[in-house]
């Protein structure tokens, strides 16, 4: 599995999307994604979306998600 895609829940910030990926929009159009480790937002703030901006640590967003605890 050394090439799986993992994905990362931040506390009150984005997800971290690392490995191999293909990002599309609801129409199936894919966004250029140059780098092998990804921030994409959590918050909807964001000005650079689907990507993060920073703009979480602005507007205080708060979200705390821990594995099993809303299994």
């Known amino acids: 599995m050394a090439n799986a895609t993992q994905i ?7 997800f971290l999307v690392k ?3 293909t ?3 609801a ?9 092998e480790t990804v921030a ?5 703030a964001s000005t650079n979306q689907p990507f993060c901006s920073g703009t ?8 705390v998600v821990r594995a099993g605890e809303s299994e």
């Open 56 to 63: 979480h640590r602005k507007i205080e967003f708060e979200s």
């Open 8 to 14: 990362t829940v931040k506390d009150s910030g984005p």
């Open 23 to 25: 990002l599309l929009d």
């Open 27 to 35: 129409e199936g159009n894919e966004f250029s994604v140059d780098k």
């Open 40 to 44: 994409l937002c959590r918050c909807g």
């Open 19 to 21: 490995g191999p990926m």
